[in-house]
Structure formats: structure tokens, C-alpha cells
């Protein structure tokens, strides 16, 4: 059993809390607004009145915050010596330079820093579907395992804080780009007529081929003479002549097809590059360009 700190209490913080109480750890915990702390204290846990009370009464401090300005005010009062001899998880969403910073100033006050990412909805946390991705201090991760296991599945992924936050970030961006376009495909398909129940059934399935798509490309970049094979799977030229019948049935609606617009795109220029039979992994170096016309 280990004594945890919680600072942030909303819909995430709140689910870690409840986690980690049900594993048999104790949790000391401080939210901005005291009332929205009081379904994790009727859970079990103990309301501090200040992060720095909180943060004495533990071992680890679990930070689950907003964003990075919201961690800075509400660690503004808190001590140095209080950091010191502690490790301090920060599960908050930011930018690299914020997680760096961060950490730099956990280890200048004499504590250790882990940078996690959580891979999962709160009602997830806690169960097999829930993963946390780490970055940071190795001996912190390793020492302080069944804390981080209590609230997912805990991955480490390096000591270099910077790549950690990078990794997350381009998973955000792919969900959200995902969800944008998963929109933009619903408005256009119930618009035509397709019951919502039928959309729900077969649209994940396509998340599917596209998982497999994810995976030939990054293997394909990582060995590049792959990338100059004649395709086997589906070539350029295929994607985009199915995706251009798409738009010309997308257009017959009032529906928004500025994502399928910008895949076309990306697909055409591959075409003009001379790319039109090789695999879709192709299009990456469309991307590092920067270009995007
Ligand atoms: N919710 C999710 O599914 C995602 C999953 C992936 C990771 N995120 C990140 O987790 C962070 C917290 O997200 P959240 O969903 O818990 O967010 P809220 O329910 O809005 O709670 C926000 C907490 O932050 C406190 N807070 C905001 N500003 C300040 C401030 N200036 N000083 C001190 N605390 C602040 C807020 O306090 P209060 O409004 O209740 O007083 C909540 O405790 C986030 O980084 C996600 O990207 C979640």
C-alpha cells in the first residue's frame, strides 16, 4: 500500500482516485473546488486543504490537471523541501517544452518526475482497457509499479520526457482527426439515408483496415526500398480513384467533405509525383514537406 497525493479532481482525477483507493491505496486529495471533491472522499479518499498539505501526507503525487497553467498556479505555494525524496506523476495534457519544464523543476527541488499519458476514457481507468504510457525517470517507473498498474497498464517508453509528450501528442491529433472525419462521414451517410444504428455496426470496422494501414506504412518506412515496390495490397492510383467516386457522391449532399478533400489531395499529389502505383505509405514525404498544396 502506498500513500498517494491527488491534485485535480475532475472527471480523470477523479477516476484515478477511485482506482487507486480500490487497490488498497490511501489518497490525500486536493481539488481547486473543494465540493467537487466529495464523491471521491465519500469513495474513501481524505480532502487536504492545500496541494502542499497533500503532497507531505504521501510518497507520490499524481497531478491531473487541466492543462500546465493550472498545474503552475496550484503548485505556486508549494515548498521546495516538500518535493524532495518524492516522485511526482504528471498526468496532465501539455506541450513538450511544459513536460520539460515541469520535470526540471521537480528534480531542482530534489524529486523525481514521471511524464504519463493516458491512453483511455475515465471510465476505463482501472480496468484491462486502460493504458498509461510513461516517460522520465526509469527508477521512479520500476519503484512505484503497483501504483502506476492500480490505475492501467503501465508502459514505459524512455527517459527523454520530450519524446514521451511527442508520442502522445500525435495520438491526440490522429483521434482527433479521426473523429472530425468520423463526423464528416456520418453527416453525409445519414443525410443520404443510412440508419444510424447501420453506421454505428460497419464504420468501426473500417477503423480496422485502417489499423492495418498504420502498420504496413511504418513498416514500410522504416525499410525504404519497400516503399519503391509496384503495391500489392492497393496503390495510390486505387485509393484515389475510390476516394474521388466517394466525393462526387459526398457533393450530390449538403454535407461537409473538407477532410476527403485534403486526403484527395494528398493522394493527387503522390500521383504527380509519379507515385501513382506504389503503396500509400508514399504519401509521408508529402507531409514532412510542410507543403500542403
Ligand atoms: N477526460 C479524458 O478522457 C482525457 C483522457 C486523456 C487525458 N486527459 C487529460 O487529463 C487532464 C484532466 O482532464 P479531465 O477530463 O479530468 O478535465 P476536467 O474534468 O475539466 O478537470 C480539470 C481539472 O483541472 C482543475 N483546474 C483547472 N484550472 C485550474 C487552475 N487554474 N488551478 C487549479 N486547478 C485547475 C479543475 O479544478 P476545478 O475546476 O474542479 O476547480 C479540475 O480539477 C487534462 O490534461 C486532459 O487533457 C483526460
Redesign the pocket.
Known amino acids: 500500500m502506498t500513500a498517494v497525493a491527488l491534485v ?6 477523479t477516476a484515478l482516485g477511485r482506482s487507486l483507493l480500490a487497490s488498497g491505496h490511501t489518497v490525500t486529495a486536493w ?3 473543494a465540493e ?1 471533491a466529495r464523491p471521491l472522499v465519500e469513495a474513501g479518499a481524505t480532502l487536504a486543504v492545500s496541494v502542499a498539505a497533500a503532497i507531505r501526507s504521501a510518497d507520490v503525487v499524481i497531478v ?4 500546465f ?2 498545474t503552475e ?2 503548485f505556486a505555494e508549494v515548498p521546495a523541501e516538500d518535493i524532495m525524496g518524492r516522485t511526482v506523476v504528471q ?3 501539455g506541450r513538450p517544452e511544459e513536460s520539460q519544464r515541469f520535470q526540471t523543476w521537480v528534480e531542482r527541488r530534489g524529486g523525481e518526475c514521471l511524464d504519463g499519458f ?1 491512453k ?3 471510465r476505463e481507468i482501472g480496468t484491462a482497457a486502460a493504458r498509461l504510457h510513461y516517460s522520465g525517470s526509469r527508477a521512479a517507473f520500476d519503484r512505484h509499479h503497483e501504483v502506476l498498474s492500480a490505475m492501467g497498464e503501465p508502459f514505459f517508453m524512455g527517459e527523454d520526457v520530450v519524446l514521451g509528450n511527442i508520442l502522445n501528442n500525435a495520438g491526440v491529433a490522429l483521434m482527433q482527426t479521426v473523429i472530425g472525419s468520423f463526423f464528416e462521414t456520418a453527416a453525409y451517410a445519414v443525410g443520404a439515408g443510412v440508419p444510424l444504428e447501420q453506421l454505428a455496426e460497419a464504420l468501426p470496422r473500417t477503423l480496422r483496415i485502417a489499423q492495418v494501414t498504420i502498420e504496413r506504412s511504418c513498416e514500410q518506412l522504416g525499410a525504404p526500398e519497400l516503399l519503391t515496390e509496384i503495391a500489392q495490397e492497393a496503390a495510390v492510383d486505387v485509393h484515389a480513384a475510390a476516394l474521388t467516386a466517394v466525393l462526387d457522391s459526398m457533393h450530390m449532399g449538403d454535407a461537409d467533405s473538407s477532410f476527403a478533400r485534403t486526403a484527395l489531395a494528398r493522394l493527387q499529389r503522390a500521383q504527380r509525383s509519379g507515385w501513382g502505383d506504389k503503396e500509400i505509405a508514399v504519401l509521408f514525404d508529402t507531409y514532412r514537406s510542410g507543403d500542403d498544396t
Not at 485535480?8 to 482525477?13: C, K, Y
Not at 491531473?64 to 492543462?67: A, T
Open positions: 485535480g479532481l475532475g472527471n480523470m482525477g481539488n481547486r473546488t467537487r491531473c490537471l487541466l492543462d497553467q493550472a498556479d496550484a498526468l496532465t495534457l493516458i483511455a476514457y475515465p
